[in-house]
């Protein structure tokens, strides 16, 4: 299954004098430049916001009666009604599949519609579902209820994804609706998955109850709190309105509130978003000094927790910029690894969040979607232009950098203490791909033992809050399903390439 974007629009670049060529150094990090190629890339302009304006980036001076241009998706955005239009008539048509506007929109619903493209003749249209698991914390309930999805309207098999959240392929657009409000009142949601805005929130995956990890977790929360929509699309088109939403913490609803330095809509369903959402995809981790089993300088914004002597979380610091994607055989594309902003204290890290979003909102470029990730706006502007502006949204200047140690890979396999008295158990996925034998095993552990669950960034599953007493028994039946022998093997390769 191969996903269908609808029809693909060229845009060419302008040959204009005035718009200069600046040149990129490469994929690099604080201390080395990890590419040597050059890569070109068109500049945005630089001006200081007085009005919240969420189009596209114009090329010519603000003073131009030109309207400036936008991709197809941006129009379907404005035209939507806040991701409704025409979506929810889509959906009740007696077609197998969706038309253009409804596929790029169905998107910030957490879906995409695919079909074989190895078939011939009529297309075979099914929808891949994705869910939102800050972290990649899934309770239990959860777990058990995507199990049972993928057998009734998938393919059989789950898989997990490099942002620690469940794929649900194969589902037909007639249940659609059933599976959609099937997640959401099982402790659920595919709100925000896919789709112009932040994606899913990654932390370290390992249920560890010491204070950084503790607090870590709980920043990746209010952040995925923070920036979910606000105007109820999703739950009036899969739901027919009622919502399902759990109270938020008071400093997460404050900081949404909060537009003391213009960062919001005024009176607009989206106080963050606006109708246009962001300009592509937003991608956020946070994680704790050593621990990058997020990859962490891979997203748009790392935030690492900073603690005192005593182990205390003070702050964070802050990286920008990182990104993997690139378009074939497009030389002005390049990946990026993020780079230093600043720090902040811990009571305003969503303030700052918010101010980095407001500044990729209000000038990542609109017209070419090849070109609108946030990455290259720095790579534009340079890091101490981004900088000015977001310190603009964010009503302060950031702090020095505090002094990291050296960052290590962790994969959680096998069997760890959490700190409470119990265990949690890391199994290796192959592909991400739960299926078989291996998802009818981990369904009977899960289920008899009433097990909360965690998918890490590299598409393995934790078996969390084990009982010492469990250990036995749960370690008998993994062991017969050749689960634990494969994660042994793995873990003793992996740490064998990294003490090369």
């Given at each position: 299954m191969t996903t269908s974007f609808g029809s693909a629009t060229s845009t060419v670049i302008p040959n204009d004098p005035k718009i200069r060529m600046q040149s990129f150094t490469g994929l690099k990090s604080l201390h080395s430049i990890a590419l040597a190629r050059n890569h070109r890339v068109f500049p945005l302009p630089f001006s200081t916001p007085s009005v919240i304006t969420a189009v596209s980036t114009p090329v010519k001076p603000e003073t131009s009666t030109t309207e400036p241009k936008r991709s197809k998706v941006e129009i379907f955005k404005e035209q939507s009604n806040f991701i409704r239009y025409p979506l929810n008539e889509e959906i009740l048509t007696d077609t197998p599949n969706i038309n253009e506007a409804a596929t790029q929109l169905i998107k910030f619903h957490g879906s995409y519609q695919q079909y074989n493209r190895d078939e011939r003749g009529t297309r075979s249209y099914s929808f891949m579902l994705r869910t939102k698991n800050p972290g990649g914390k899934v309770p239990n309930q959860l777990y058990l209820t995507m199990d049972d999805l993928a057998d009734q309207f998938g393919i059989g098999t789950l898989r997990l994804t490099t942002r620690q959240t469940f794929q649900l392929h194969g589902v037909l657009k007639k249940n659609l609706k059933t599976v959609m409000s099937t997640i959401i009142k099982n402790m659920g949601s595919t709100l925000g998955a896919c789709g112009d805005l932040n994606r899913n929130v990654l932390a370290p995956a390992a249920p560890l109850m010491t204070k950084e990890y503790l607090f870590a977790q709980e920043t990746a929360d209010n952040i995925a709190a923070l920036l979910t929509p606000q105007s109820g699309f999703y739950y009036d088109v899969w739901v027919d309105g009622e919502r399902f939403m759990t109270s938020e913490p008071p400093e997460v609803v404050k900081a949404r509130n909060d537009n003391s330095h213009k960062t919001n809509f005024p009176d607009s369903p989206e106080p963050i978003y606006g109708t246009q959402f962001l300009p592509r995809k937003f991608k956020i981790a946070v994680t704790v000094p050593t621990d990058n089993s997020v990859d962490i300088l891979?997203?748009?914004?790392?935030?690492?927790?900073?603690?005192?002597?005593?182990?205390?979380?003070?702050?964070?610091?802050?990286?920008?910029?990182?990104?993997?994607?690139?378009?074939?055989?497009?030389?002005?594309?390049?990946?990026?690894?993020?780079?230093?902003?600043?720090?902040?204290?811990?009571?305003?890290?969503?303030?700052?969040?918010?101010?980095?979003?407001?500044?990729?909102?209000?000038?990542?470029?609109?017209?070419?979607?090849?070109?609108?990730?946030?990455?290259?706006?720095?790579?534009?502007?340079?890091?101490?232009?981004?900088?000015?502006?977001?310190?603009?949204?964010?009503?302060?200047?950031?702090?020095?950098?505090?002094?990291?140690?050296?960052?290590?890979?962790?994969?959680?396999?096998?069997?760890?203490?959490?700190?409470?008295?119990?265990?949690?158990?890391?199994?290796?996925?192959?592909?991400?791909?739960?299926?078989?034998?291996?998802?009818?095993?981990?369904?009977?552990?899960?289920?008899?033992?009433?097990?909360?669950?965690?998918?890490?960034?590299?598409?393995?599953?934790?078996?969390?809050?084990?009982?010492?007493?469990?250990?036995r028994p749960i370690t008998t039946v993994l062991a017969q399903a050749g689960l634990l022998v494969r994660c042994l093997l793995l873990a003793i390769i992996a740490y064998s390439f990294l003490n090369l």
């Open positions: 891979t997203n748009d914004i790392g935030v690492v927790v900073v603690s005192d002597d005593n182990g205390e979380p003070q702050g964070f610091n802050i990286y920008v910029g990182g990104g993997m994607g690139r378009t074939h055989r497009m030389e002005a594309t390049f990946p990026r690894l993020g780079e230093p902003l600043g720090y902040v204290p811990k009571e305003d890290i969503l303030y700052a969040i918010k101010a980095i979003v407001a500044t990729q909102r209000d000038h990542g470029r609109r017209d070419d979607r090849r070109y609108s990730r946030m990455k290259y706006l720095i790579s534009s502007w340079g890091i101490e232009k981004f900088k000015t502006v977001v310190e603009q949204y964010y009503g302060k200047k950031f702090g020095p950098f505090r002094e990291l140690p050296e960052w290590e890979f962790k994969s959680y396999l096998g069997w760890h203490e959490q700190g409470d008295g119990a265990l949690f158990c890391g199994l290796h996925v192959d592909n991400g791909r739960v299926g078989g034998k291996m998802k009818k095993t981990l369904r009977e552990v899960i289920e008899k033992y009433n097990l909360n669950v965690r998918i890490t960034p590299n598409q393995n599953i934790i078996l969390c809050d084990i009982r010492s007493a469990w250990r």
